[in-house]
């Protein structure tokens, strides 16, 4: 889904130091938050240490569709996590990426802003229709395809704001280069909505605690 998989020196030095000082700026203030919280919980953090393996896992299962396209499972990682906890799984899942490979080093924090908004709108479409959309399957389906599409449109601000070294084509030419992956990306997330829409359900029928839900 929405992640730039481009080399480092892709983007200039100037852009690189601007995407990863938002990044850390963001990351400070998860950390802050949850430093002063002061009493840790811990089924929370093991609940964030699993989707932390598992978005990681699937981050790097390749679907051979135009070009190739991967699953993120961020915005499952927003409704299970939480914004706060699910900013460092997110900076966590792109290191251990960069690490092998998976987009350059320059990209992380560009990429964890990507993440980042996923996360955050799945999180907040998923509590805030509580009220008036009680159904666990739907609502995290709507909540997924709609951090995913927040995903894919900073993805595309980021890369025009940015520019790309060695690149000729206009603005125009890379925008409609971007909204064709986009497409595809889209197209995939409504696979995506549909699988982190069945695992909310389950977990909201065995554990239902761990999404802030009620029983019965």
């Given at each position: 889904?929405?992640?730039?998989?481009?080399?480092?020196?892709?983007?200039?030095?100037?852009?690189v130091?601007?995407?990863?000082?938002?990044?850390?700026?963001?990351?400070?203030i998860?950390?802050?938050?949850?430093?002063?919280?002061?009493?840790k919980?811990?089924?929370?953090?093991?609940l964030?240490?699993?989707?932390?393996?598992?978005?990681?896992?699937?981050?790097?299962?390749?679907?051979?569709?135009?070009?190739?396209?991967?699953?993120?499972?961020?915005?499952?990682?927003?409704?299970?996590?939480?914004?706060?906890?699910?900013?460092?799984?997110?900076?966590?899942i792109?290191?251990?990426?960069?690490?092998?490979?998976?987009?350059?080093?320059?990209?992380?924090?560009?990429?964890?802003?990507?993440?980042?908004?996923?996360?955050?709108?799945?999180?907040?479409?998923?509590?805030?229709?509580r009220?008036?959309?009680?159904?666990?399957?739907?609502?995290?389906?709507?909540?997924?395809?709609?951090?995913?599409?927040?995903?894919?449109?900073?993805?595309?601000?980021?890369?025009?704001?940015?520019?790309?070294?060695?690149?000729?084509?206009?603005?125009?030419?890379?925008?409609?280069?971007?909204?064709?992956?986009?497409?595809?990306?889209?197209?995939?997330?409504?696979?995506?909505?549909?699988?982190?829409?069945?695992?909310?359900?389950?977990?909201?029928?065995?554990?239902?605690?761990?999404?802030?839900?009620?029983?019965?």
């Open positions: 889904m929405a992640h730039i998989h481009l080399e480092d020196g892709a983007f200039s030095l100037t852009w130091l601007v995407w990863w000082l938002l990044a850390l700026v963001c990351i400070g998860a950390l802050w938050i949850l430093r002063s919280k002061g009493r919980d811990t089924g929370r953090i093991t964030a240490a699993f989707v932390t393996a598992a978005a990681f896992a699937l981050f790097q299962v390749n679907i051979p569709l135009f070009g190739g396209v991967h699953l993120n499972l961020t915005p499952l990682v927003g409704i299970l996590a939480g914004p706060v906890l699910g900013s460092l799984v997110v900076l966590v792109n290191i251990l990426s960069a690490a092998i490979g998976h987009g350059g080093w320059g990209l992380v924090g560009a990429n964890v802003l990507v993440n980042l908004a996923e996360v955050l709108v799945a999180f907040a479409v998923f509590r805030g229709s009220t008036f959309l009680p159904d666990l399957f739907s609502r995290a389906g709507i909540a997924t395809f709609a951090g995913l599409f927040t995903g894919n449109l900073i993805m595309i601000g980021i890369i025009l704001v940015s520019g790309v070294q060695g690149v000729t084509q206009s603005p125009e030419q890379v925008l409609a280069g971007l909204s064709l992956i986009v497409a595809v990306n889209m197209g995939v997330a409504v696979i995506e909505a549909l699988l982190s829409g069945l695992i909310v359900r389950y977990i909201g029928n065995v554990r239902p605690d761990l999404l802030g839900e009620q029983k019965g």
